[in-house]
């Protein structure tokens, strides 16, 4: 038998916690300018007064939703006058939801359960912030998908004219935008844009050098030595680099890892990492199938399907007569999902000027990988 086979009991992994997408890294590289930025907007919230709206916007894995994080854990350990609330708007996507989440962490309960209404609940979280004499700051990730269900203006009027119904009470929004065909400015309407008036600010793409030093300090802390060596690494950098995407390379790390595990080695190889990759590199469609309702479920499994059939760009009209054999929708209900899944980067919607103008569908995925995430998450 070999040497090097590991046995039953043994782990590629020093701290496997490190290469989890939600994981929040204590040396966080790169992204200084933004966050001392980002402190500087919500400075005047630590000194009682209300912070300065933000927009944290640029392309996904780019670092602004960690930034927030590092800041709001440094705002935590440093004082309870400015109370910081993160809400992920992929899953939080109604009013009621992002203030059910803002209540339960002022007042450190989740709100009834029912018979409760949205007024109820805001002048409770006011009432708290009036007599603990404290700001609240809610950073709102992914805010594009609020615009989806047109929650945008309900959540940001209710936030930011909360001191009309309840004088003294001041808040701060910092939004986070991954959709860079979105300026979130411009989307809200005039009543809000009054009071919002944000200050952007951007997250460029990581460089090459960038995502090695990221993903090489991730290895050191995840892994045990040698297990990636330098050429390995290179070529998980050169794919994620080929997605945009620095998510991408750290669940390929995850994932070649185990797989190098599951073969009992000691080292990942390269075939690790190309079997790795034909699942992350699909890691933004998997996200993004986990937030849509059973009725958007169905309507991309039948665009899925009628895909797989036709490899061209599909008229809408055409599909939305195959999606509604199996899917009972509206046509006005229906083109608001597919503006979504546009809006989303699951499908792109262009436009044909011909007799009129013709609404044309494409996926942005391969339709057997879409149908089988979505078999994933309908299981």
């Known amino acids: 038998m070999r040497k090097d086979l590991l046995m039953w009991d043994e782990t590629l992994f020093r701290d496997q916690e490190v290469f989890e997408i939600d994981h929040v890294p204590e040396q966080f590289n790169h992204r200084d300018a933004q966050i001392r930025e980002l402190a500087f ?75 409760t209404s949205f007024k109820q609940v805001f002048d409770i979280i006011a009432r708290v912030l009036l007599r603990e004499e404290q700001v609240l700051l ?51 309407d005039a009543r809000v844009a009054s009071v919002f008036r944000p200050t952007e600010i951007y997250f460029p793409p990581y460089s090459e ?17 040698n297990v990636l060596q330098p050429e390995m690494l290179d070529l998980v950098v050169e794919q994620t680099m080929k997605n945009g995407d620095l998510r ?25 990492i190309c079997k790795a990759y034909e699942v992350s590199r699909y890691l933004h469609l998997a996200f993004s199938l986990q937030t849509l309702k059973e009725e958007e479920k ?3 499994a039948r665009i899925a399907e009628m895909s797989a059939r036709n490899d061209q760009e599909m008229k809408a009209g055409d599909v939305y007569r195959f999606v509604k054999e199996q899917v009972k929708i509206s046509y006005t ?15 792109n919607l262009n436009y044909r000027q011909g007799r009129g103008r013709t609404r044309l ?14 078999r994933t998450t309908l299981s």
Do not use: W
């Open 41 to 115: 907007q919500i400075r005047p919230g630590l000194q009682g007064g209300r912070p300065l709206n933000t927009i944290c916007r640029g392309l996904p894995g780019t670092g602004k939703t960690t930034s927030v994080k590092k800041v709001f854990a440094e705002i935590e350990e440093t004082t309870k006058r400015l109370i910081p609330v993160y809400v992920n708007c992929q899953i939080d996507n109604t009013k009621f939801a992002i203030f059910s989440q803002i209540y339960q962490r002022v007042t450190g309960r989740l709100p009834p359960a029912s018979g």
């Open 209 to 225: 050098d960038e995502v090695y030093g990221i993903l090489e300090e991730r290895v050191l802390q995840g892994l045990y030595p």
């Open 298 to 300: 169905g309507v991309l």
């Open 333 to 347: 209900r229906y083109y608001e999902i597919i503006k979504k899944f546009d809006a989303m980067r699951l499908l």
């Open 138 to 188: 809610v950073a709102l990730d992914d805010a594009n998908y609020l615009l989806y269900e047109n929650e945008i203006n309900r959540v940001l009027y209710s936030l930011l004219r909360s001191h009309e119904a309840h004088p003294g009470v001041r808040i701060g929004v910092i939004a986070i935008v991954s959709d860079m065909a979105v300026t979130l400015q411009s989307e809200v």
């Open 361 to 374: 569908i494409s996926l942005r995925y391969d339709p057997e990988r879409v149908l089988e995430h979505l």
């Open 248 to 272: 991408v390379g750290i669940d390929l790390i995850k994932r070649a890892t185990l797989n190098a595990e599951k073969e009992a080695r000691r080292a990942v190889e390269q075939e690790d």
